[in-house]
């Protein structure tokens, strides 16, 4: 005690009850915790007992001791959570041995001085919890515990650092703690703003235009301009037949380039346009479109996908002007090889469609089909010079090497028409609903300048949770998704369009295009059925916020549930997922090819080019090892030389992998109900 009583530097004073803890340090370092009591005598309060504290158990000494300590001390401190009567006591008792100057009351800690730790603070340097400031580590703790006690105890690295960077922000934990149980607190939730841009680009007048006269004074009677990248694309060469990849983001108008080199093309009688999009429920939205805008000038046919066991595509003209179809209806008239008729022009929308897993390798081999067919066309009628093709995507992390690949002219407009606010909140999967509430009504409340309401669009990962998710909303609202027939979500698109919706709650499956002009998203999910979404379908989904025409912004919110996935083979949790998303950059749109991959689309490139399979595979995006394909076709008696069997007929007809015909041909040996059939194929590959 002696050796230590020499070398104090800080005593530290904290009321506990009746009595005082004593902290006692050098060098920043603590030597030993004490118990003081005072005791009031006719000179004053003076110190009555003293004991030393280690771990449970305390030593008694005499109080004079503690008055040598402060005799030695540099500083006295006394914890400013001390109640005043307390403050009063200690430094009547310092001044009675004249050490009144060493004394100092300090803001502190609280849980460290419960703890016996001297830890001083400042209004700069501390966190306010709900009744007093507390120093930032154990701010974190006091955090960790929260999330604990909220059911986030395993929040990602990102996600805890995200909270912690807001709780030191605003030096709040109580704002924090109520920002988990989903109160939304704007400053908070805010994580960034993607700011309006405008590149710096003439427009082209439509009267300088020399399109075929119907299409021009269609033109001029809607614009006196065209939009920045349609300016761009006719500036370098749309109308000359040139080949284009469009990049710009949602609401620019780069849908309307692929419509005019189309129709243009058509009524110049140089063959028939293809307008190509991934989902079913696009290719209605398109062909109501084109029937509207062009069915005077134009007939329009539609053809979409077949089902995996019956033809039941919707019955085509191949000899109309204008076909609106699926990637799978148009493959499927390639494979069953129907006539094509004379195609001028492709337009092929969602491009970045091509490095999805599932379905990004049809595409890719469509497009090589395609092409092979259209210039086996064009051998035996030259009048039109071959077909254009334009490639349409809002997102493309390498849009130079898409574009070397797909031979085309890069044309990207780098634009964002309104200022779009992002923002990331914590909430479990029942909190979500009301959060989603509030959000909904707070917007729809609202009114842009330009006098619409503020209408809402809500991504999920499953159509019952559609369905769930609108039935407690208070305002008007409707479930979105594959699973409704058409003239149901014909219906929808007409109420949100008149604004008699407040939301529209849909699957992720459908963010592609569909044309909701809403000024807010909100990510229920981030999840598109038992996958994350990549950085591409997240940004994809979140341009839906805002348009120009409506909207002053667009508003995301993506609603975060920590430490949750929504299959067990996701090997991320909701919260990495989030802020992977929000700071990810745009992945590369190349397509990859597994085994399975590489023999599909063989063999759909031997049934529709024979010999000529090889330089089919050549040509694709992605590398397929054409010779391990050809070697499994055989081995699965698919192909005959460069003909299908009349198994492998079947399989590239109805679209199936390897491991589904085998599926089928093992039950049809095992004598199975065709229904459990039908069902295990649905159940395998279902569309959401």
């Keep these: 005690m002696s050796k230590q009583v020499q070398q104090v530097e800080t005593i530290f004073c904290h009321q506990t009850g009746d009595d005082y803890l004593v902290v006692v340090e050098r060098d920043g370092k603590r030597l ?14 003076r110190p009555a007992k003293f004991r030393l504290k280690q771990g449970s158990s305390e030593e008694p000494r005499q109080p004079d001791e503690f008055v040598e300590l402060a005799r030695r001390a540099t500083r006295l401190r006394i914890s400013e959570q001390t109640s005043a009567e307390g403050r009063r006591e200690l430094r009547e008792m310092f001044a009675g041995y004249q050490l009144e100057d060493k004394a100092k009351t300090v803001r502190t800690c609280r849980y460290c001085a419960s703890a016996g730790r001297y830890s001083p603070i400042t209004t700069e340097t501390a966190v306010k919890d709900d009744t007093d400031w507390i120093c930032r580590d154990c701010a974190r703790q006091e955090l960790e515990r929260q999330l604990s006690f909220s059911g986030g105890g395993a929040v990602s690295g990102a996600a805890k650092d995200r909270l912690e960077d807001l709780m030191m922000e605003v030096q709040d934990l109580e704002r924090i703690v109520n920002l988990l149980k989903g109160q939304l607190d704007p400053d908070l939730t805010k994580f960034d703003t993607i700011s309006a841009t405008t590149d710096e680009v003439d427009p082209v007048r439509t009267d300088s235009l020399s399109l075929h006269p119907g299409l021009q004074n269609l033109l001029e009677d809607r614009f006196d301009t065209l939009l920045p990248v349609q300016s761009l694309s006719v500036e370098h060469g749309l109308f000359d037949g040139n080949d284009q990849l469009v990049v710009s983001a949602t609401a620019t108008g780069k849908t309307l380039v692929g419509e005019l080199a189309g129709i243009n093309r058509v009524l110049n009688n140089k063959g028939t346009m293809l307008f190509l999009v991934p989902l079913v429920a696009l290719a209605n939205q398109k062909y109501e479109d084109f029937q509207d805008e062009y069915g005077h000038l134009v007939d329009v046919s539609i053809r979409v996908g077949a089902s995996r066991v019956a033809d039941e595509g919707e019955r085509f003209d191949p000899n109309a ?3 609106v179809g699926t990637y799978e209806g148009i493959d499927h008239a390639l494979r069953t090889g129907k006539d094509m008729g004379d195609i001028g022009t492709v337009v092929i929308d969602e491009v970045h469609t091509l490095k999805e897993d599932d379905r990004g390798h049809r595409l890719d081999g469509l497009i090589s089909r395609l092409k092979y067919t259209c210039e086996q066309r064009a051998k035996h009628r030259n009048d039109y010079g071959g077909a254009q093709w334009v490639y349409l995507s809002a997102t493309v992390g390498n849009p130079k090497q898409l574009t070397e690949a797909l031979e085309a002219t890069l044309i990207e407009f780098e634009e964002r028409p309104v200022p779009i606010e992002r923002h990331v909140t914590f909430a479990d999967g029942q909190e979500k609903v009301r959060v989603e509430n509030k959000l909904v009504r707070r917007e729809f409340d609202s009114e842009s300048s330009k006098g619409y309401r503020g209408q809402t669009i809500i991504f999920t990962n499953s159509r019952r949770r559609c369905h769930e998710i609108s039935r407690k909303l208070d ?28 939301a529209v709650v849909t699957t992720a499956a459908l963010a592609a295009g569909v044309d909701f002009p809403a000024s807010q998203v909100i990510f229920d999910s981030l999840a598109m059925g038992i996958e994350w979404l990549s950085v591409q379908e997240f940004h994809q989904m979140l341009g839906r916020a805002g348009r120009p025409d409506y909207h002053d912004k667009g508003t995301v919110y993506v609603l975060v549930e920590p430490d949750t996935a929504y299959h067990n083979s996701m090997e991320m949790t909701e919260d990495e997922v989030a802020f992977k998303l929000l700071k990810g950059e745009m992945e590369s749109v190349m397509t990859h090819y597994d085994e399975a991959a590489a023999v599909e689309e063989t ?19 992605g590398e397929v090892p054409t010779k391990h394909a050809i070697g499994k076709l055989l081995e699965y008696d698919f192909i005959d030389g460069f003909e299908p069997t009349p198994l492998g007929q079947v399989v590239t007809e109805h679209f199936l992998e390897p491991g589904q015909a085998f599926m089928i041909l093992d039950a049809i040996r095992k004598d199975a109900h065709p229904y459990e059939l039908v069902a295990d194929l649905e159940l395998r590959d279902t569309d959401l």
């Design 475 to 502: 305002y008007s609202a409707a479930p979105y998704h594959a699973g409704l027939d058409y003239k149901r979500r014909k219906e929808v698109e007409r109420k949100f369009g008149e604004q008699e919706l407040s």
């Design 32 to 45: 030993f915790r004490a118990k003081l009591g005072l005791s009031e005598t006719s000179a004053g309060p």
């Design 603 to 621: 063999l759909a490139n031997v049934t529709v080019g024979g010999k000529a399979a090889k330089a089919l595979n050549d040509r694709m995006l």
């Design 321 to 323: 002007d204008v076909i």
